[in-house]
C-alpha cells in the first residue's frame, strides 16, 4: 500500500478517498511490521515484551470496528474477506508470543551452600 497506493486504494475494503490516505495507513503497516520483525530478531524479550500485546490488541480493535462497520464492506466483498482473515491472524499472532513467554515453566536455580 505504500508503495503501490493506486492498486492498495483499487483492492482496500472500503473507500479510502485518495492515494494519500491508502499511504498513510501503508506506512503504519509497514512501520509495524518492521517492528515485528525487528523485535522477534533480539535475542532477548527484555523491553520488547509489551509489542506483541499491543499489536494484538490493535488488530482486535480494528477486527472489533470492522464487524461493527461491516456495510462499508459491502462493495469488495472478496477483499472484505481477506482483510477479516488477515486481522485474525494479526491478533492471533500478537498474543501467542507473549501468553507463551508469560506462562512458560521458569527453573529455580539451584542453591548452593
Known sequence: ??????????????????????????????GVSLSALWSWRQPSWYGYD?????????????????????????????TSWI???AYILGAVLGYYPYLLY???KYERPLVTR
Open 1 to 30: 500500500m505504500f508503495f503501490l497506493p493506486n492498486i492498495g486504494l483499487v483492492r482496500w475494503p472500503w473507500n479510502l478517498g485518495n492515494t494519500v490516505n491508502v499511504q498513510l495507513l501503508g506506512a503504519v503497516f509497514l
Open 50 to 78: 509489551l509489542f506483541y500485546p499491543a499489536a494484538g490488541t490493535f488488530a482486535t480493535a480494528a477486527l472489533l470496528a470492522s464487524f461493527i462497520h461491516w456495510n462499508l464492506f459491502a462493495d469488495r466483498p472478496i
Open 83 to 85: 482483510f477479516v482473515a
Open 102 to 104: 508469560s506462562f512458560r
